[in-house]
């Protein structure tokens, strides 16, 4: 696996006195947020996350960051600091942890509690130290200050780093809801202080950064949702992620309004809801929730499903409700609510299942025609106030796809930063604060480590190419054994095709090509069987893609008898 920018080498040893700041995910994608910071010899990490896969990754079950650049210096690693529980943030901990099982991570009280409980079934005990906004922590040659943001989990932090080679803000997810469900705001009195201070570097999330304007407040769906929950005729299902605990919040509120019970579907949506009640960040009312197994004795008209799958994930539970392969059978009358935003590169994934749900005879909501859901992070005319109000020296967009890092840059050179001061950097592209100033310095090794069933990183960009055309084209397989001596074909060929629409009659003519070939090859001094199977390949090859317009994987075994 190689970095984004071949033409940058790896950087130099850091100077004294300076800070490197690493992203190893979350720059030109949305997900898979890691940056390592490191001076003195010492590397701190703010936030672990997960990448999930879209259509061209087969098989894959998570993406990863690429660990390789720290593997040697895992020891030099102070800490993990978490800014929030979503998955993009802290699912990758554990696969961390397995490579040091010892590294302190660092967050709020309700990211911890999601990390561990999401460690207790990788069996790994963490080293926690629990924060919250307001408090500092000296953390070897870094300090780390907590600030309260709003995001669509509670607890959420930004942390600004301070060493002595300068000072960075990362800012994490956010957005500045004004009227919160529990009441916690974006701190900008906060950010102001840390402004007059000053911040050297500003690393600002990029997510909505295209979006003019401002974030709506989350209470600002509760007539859409008020709206479906009086009009339903039978049941409700409500798709979100597992870890939204104000979505779940607003709907548990709904469905007491209208005398509905509500049942948590999904092993994750029942664990991290189950924290977030235990925890007091969940306030549910008395008598609305119910056991999965007490519905089938409801009337339909008073059963509310909260289950996960919004982003049409295909083992979660909404996606097999659509492919009727779930123990909940959606029928005519039903009703779905698709309550989260589509992340980029989910969208057919996410239409299949409406369609899915559509053809089953339910009734479909989702942001597209209805206001169900408003974004967790940052709109444009939010971004321009931080960046007033923080007035940083240098800014590094972050968290998001390319077009998002690069219109949040040209909204940082709005408000004043000049443009040479502001980053757009990539994975694995390394940038160095020094003497107030932030430049790239090179690049390290940054590819996608996949999760893949059981194994971490032994799947590669060529085993997903190959399954991309096993999907596309199909397979052919090619058994021949050769007489060693005289290069006769003594055996076959045997010809076995899968995804090929041919009968097999259509394979006669290429294996008289094979046999010719072959003996040709063989009267030319050939007898590698390496060399054998190559000729058969390409007769095979020219064949499937003159013959039948297809360009299948071909697999050919040849023996020497």
Known sequence: MTHPHPELSPPPPLADGALRLTPLGGLGEVGRNMTVLETRGKLLVVDCGVLFPED??????????????????????????????????IGAVPYLLRLRPDIPLIGSTL????????LKEHRIRPYTLTVREGQTEALGPFSAEFVAVNHSIPDALAVMVRTDAGSVLLT???????????????????????????????????????????????????????????????RIIVASFASHVHRVQMVLDAAARVGRRVAFVGRSMVRN????????????????????????????????????????????ALSRMANNDHQVRVGRGDTVVL???????????????????????????????????????????????????????NVMPVHGEHRHLHANADLAVLTGVPRERVVIAEDGVTVDLQDGV??????????????????????????????????????ISVFVAVDSSSGAV?????????????????????????????????????????????VVRRVVGRFASGRLRRRPMIVPVVVSA
């Open 273 to 316: 809801m189950g924290i977030a009640a235990e925890l007091g960040y969940l306030t549910v009312p008395d008598g609305v929730l119910a056991d999965v197994k007490e519905i089938d004795n409801l009337p339909d008209a008073k059963v509310v499903l909260m289950c996960t799958g919004s982003q049409g994930e295909p083992m979660a």
């Open 339 to 393: 309550a989260s935003s589509l992340i980029p590169g989910n969208e057919n994934a996410v239409y299949r299942v409406i369609n899915g749900l559509t053809h089953l005879g339910a009734k479909v909501v989702h942001s597209g025609n209805a206001r169900v859901h408003v974004s967790g992070h940052a709109s444009a005319g939010e971004l321009l106030y931080c960046y007033n109000i923080v007035r940083p020296k």
């Open 172 to 234: 994490g997810d956010f957005k500045m809801d004004q009227l919160p469900l529990d009441g916690r705001i974006t701190d900008l009195r906060a950010f102001a202080r840390l402004g007059e201070e000053g911040v050297d570097l500003f690393c600002v999330d990029s997510t909505n950064a295209e979006v003019p304007g401002f974030t709506m407040s989350e209470r600002e769906i509760e007539p859409s949702l008020d709206r479906v929950f009086r009009t339903a005729e039978r």
């Open 438 to 475: 932030a430049r790239v310095s090179g690049a390290v090794p940054c590819g996608y480590v996949y999760v893949d069933g059981s194994s971490v990183g032994a799947i590669t960009d060529a085993d997903l190419k190959d399954r991309r055309v096993l999907g596309d084209e199909g397979f």
């Open 111 to 118: 990211t911890l509690a999601l990390i561990e409980a999401k």
């Open 56 to 89: 061209h990754q087969p098989g894959v079950d998570l993406i990863l960051p690429d660990f390789s650049s720290i593997a040697d210096r895992l020891d030099d690693i102070i800490a993990v600091v978490l800014t929030h529980g979503h998955e993009d943030h």
């Open 490 to 534: 003594v055996a076959g060929p045997e010809i076995h095709a899968r995804g090929v629409a041919e009968e097999s009659a259509v394979f006669e003519q290429v294996r008289t090509q094979v046999v010719q070939a072959l003996e040709q090859a063989v009267a030319g001094g050939t007898t590698d069987v390496h060399q054998l199977q190559q």
